[in-house]
């Protein structure tokens, strides 16, 4: 594909929306593989080469660089500076342009989730992580401040060096740290079609921020140290040293009672709209052992599911990874679709445990019941015998 063609097909009118445009530079690249493959293996140069000047692909991405970022469209930013990072020949271009992607990255519609895949994908190729330790003074001032967290996390542990300044960038935009935990967590599986109130966040943002500064002192770790934990349907989690930080939609945990074997929160905070009406759910608990593959019993998991039901508690998501362990004790990690018995309002998921546990408890008690009948009746039959002798 000459230059003239591949702009024709970023320019038309059928990439207005910029769809296409990474896809026509994969073209592009793929395009020259197979020209040089078939080149090499008949044992000749590009055939026009002596006649006259053709331009590689890497040469017309380099002198189109500015158009062809213009031309993409935000969800696929990320596709883009893949193709590129993963071909040798324009790795080089992306570094050399690597202001312009920073740029890019820090316009509006740019997804999060796209700059911590761009960035992990830079992290990857060694050329490039050298590139931004090198250039590190010039890049972290132009992380823009809602997106130095995700972008923290993709950059972490290149260098202690690295990591202070980072830290530093994160320290500077602790607010905007805050804000953006708080707004990505509210993205949820329960949540992922509810707008998110500005107002909301302008007014929660320092508390949970307060939460967080209290919480790193504690632990003597710094911004850097945060860690995400996997997403859930309800809750986003951070590990803060050996503290766990739940952030979600709210749910009913605050009606689940006290039990031994369920994690209790060291701190829970509930943010409310203009109406009253709860809208986040917040709790910071200690960090419990994830079970090994020596832990993950089904038996061991059913006593426990057995233990809560004999309290009169029903517990109805019941897998393994909602278990941890503390001090060697199986510990309920995640109070979600946790009820008291008689709740009118019980949600049995499949995929889980539950209905089978459930079936084996009641199974059990039945047996159980028959059995104390059983016994009862054994206990009263020689007393009728004895009068019956005596008459």
Not at 8 to 18: A, M
Not at 86 to 100: A, K
Not at 156 to 178: G, M, P, R, T, Y
Request: hydrophobic fraction near 35%.
């Amino acid at each position: 594909m000459n230059e003239r063609k591949f702009l024709k097909q970023i320019n038309s009118k059928l990439n207005k929306d910029g769809n296409f445009t990474c896809l026509a530079v994969n073209d592009l690249l793929q395009e020259e593989k197979k020209m040089l493959i078939s080149n090499q293996k008949i044992g000749i140069q590009r055939i026009f080469s002596k006649v006259r000047k053709v331009k590689s692909a890497e040469e017309i991405i380099a002198d189109n660089f500015e158009t062809i970022l213009n031309k993409t469209d935000g969800q696929h930013i990320a596709l883009l500076y893949k193709f590129l990072t993963n071909d040798e020949s324009t790795t080089q271009v992306v570094l050399n342009n690597f202001n312009r992607i920073l740029d890019r990255v820090n316009s509006s519609d740019v997804s999060t989730f796209d700059t911590f895949i761009i960035f992990l994908n830079f992290r990857e190729k060694e050329t490039i992580r050298e590139f931004i330790v090198a250039n590190r003074d010039e890049i972290i001032p132009k992380i823009s401040p809602e997106k130095v967290f995700e972008v923290a996390r993709s950059l972490k542990e290149i260098s202690e060096e690295f990591d202070c300044k980072l830290d530093e960038a994160l320290e500077n935009h602790k607010l905007d740290v805050a804000r953006y935990i708080l707004e990505s967590s509210m993205i949820c599986e329960a949540t992922a079609y509810k707008p998110i109130d500005k107002e909301f966040l302008d007014q929660y943002s320092g508390k949970l921020l307060s939460l967080i500064d209290t919480t790193l002192q504690d632990e003597q770790v710094r911004m850097i140290d945060i860690e995400s934990g996997e997403p859930g349907s309800f809750t986003k989690t951070f590990q803060i040293g050996e503290k766990i930080l739940k952030i979600g939609a709210p749910r009913e945990v605050l009606e689940i009672p006290r039990h031994s074997h369920i994690l209790e929160p060291i701190k829970e905070m509930k943010f409310t709209s203009s109406n009253d009406d709860l809208i986040t759910h917040i709790e910071l608990t200690r960090r419990a052992e994830l079970l090994s593959s020596d832990d993950r019993r089904e038996d061991d998991l059913y006593q426990l599911y057995k233990m809560l039901r004999n309290d009169g508690i029903i517990w109805t998501d019941t897998k393994f990874e909602n278990v941890g362990k503390i001090d060697g004790k199986l510990m309920i990690i995640d109070r979600d679709f946790i009820y008291k018995e008689g709740n009118p309002n019980i949600i049995w998921h499949d995929n889980t445990y539950a209905k089978s546990f459930e079936k084996r408890y009641l199974q059990e008690k039945t047996n159980n019941q028959v059995q104390e009948f059983k016994n009862k009746i054994k206990i009263q039959q020689p007393s009728k015998d004895i009068e019956q002798r005596s008459e």
